[in-house]
């Protein structure tokens, strides 16, 4: 949601929590969340500010947390939404050391849906490439193959690319066979090529994928949505 700066230059969480409403989603993943962070979003705690207005419970992972004298932490990450209760959550860094690139962070929430678990993952991919090494196997490391899991984010990159087929090991996109043909979701305009990506294990059946073009204005990428179905019948959407 590049921290709620539109593709016109306009800083606007109202527009971007009206089409997350208007989505209908369960399960939310976002990806550039700013938690008193700066001017640049008026040091809005901005996962909490969109769950009450969602009504929905949260989990915040900062990638990026700074000591600062104006407020007590100067945070930047990834965020999940959820209807459902959130049993469990943990934030989990992932960085270089030295210091080379921005960390990146990983969400993994155990969610109850209707006497269910299921486990969520929501993490926005870096584009160093031993950083995205490290984050990939973070990933797959917490990936469960027990429990229907879903695996949600800004992957920075194209189907069937080199990474791409390695989460695709694991994972299911639920751009599924019958869509056959890439979701674009950058630049989110006029978009070129698919970044983002729900990815669900084989627990989960996906009924359908789209993306929500309506998103536009409100960021440089446009958000992934589907509606997915647990073994239990019970269908959910992302």
Not at 36 to 46: G, T
Not at 63 to 89: D, H, Q, T, W
Not at 99 to 110: D, G, H, T, V
Not at 166 to 181: L, P
């Amino acid at each position: 949601m590049r921290h709620g700066l539109g593709t016109d230059r306009r800083f606007n969480l109202h527009r971007i929590t009206k089409i997350l409403k208007q989505s209908d989603a369960d399960i939310i993943g976002l990806n550039e969340v700013d938690k008193s962070f700066s001017k640049r979003s008026h040091f809005i705690d901005q996962a909490s500010w969109i769950a009450e207005q969602l009504q929905m419970e949260y989990v915040f992972a900062p990638a990026i947390s700074i000591r600062s004298r104006k407020v007590e932490r100067r945070e930047y990450g990834n965020a999940l939404l959820s209807r459902f209760p959130i049993l469990k959550s943990e934030a989990h860094i992932v960085r270089l050391r030295p210091f080379l690139c921005e960390p990146r962070s990983i969400i993994e929430a155990s969610i109850q849906m209707n006497h269910r678990h299921v486990k969520a993952l929501v993490t926005h991919f870096s584009l160093h490439p031993l950083l995205r090494k490290v984050q990939m196997n973070k990933v797959l490391e917490l990936s469960s193959k027990e429990l229907p899991t879903f695996l949600m984010g800004d992957f920075n990159c194209r189907p069937f690319s080199r990474d791409y087929n390695k989460i695709a090991h694991y994972y299911n996109n639920s751009c599924n066979k019958r869509i056959q043909k890439e979701l674009r979701t950058f630049p989110s305009r006029k978009p070129k090529m698919q970044l983002d990506y729900i990815f669900v294990n084989d627990k989960i059946e996906v009924i359908y994928s789209d993306v929500i073009t309506t998103f536009r204005e409100a960021s440089d990428h446009l958000p992934i949505t589907s509606l997915v179905k647990i073994k239990n019948n019970f269908s959910t959407t992302l």
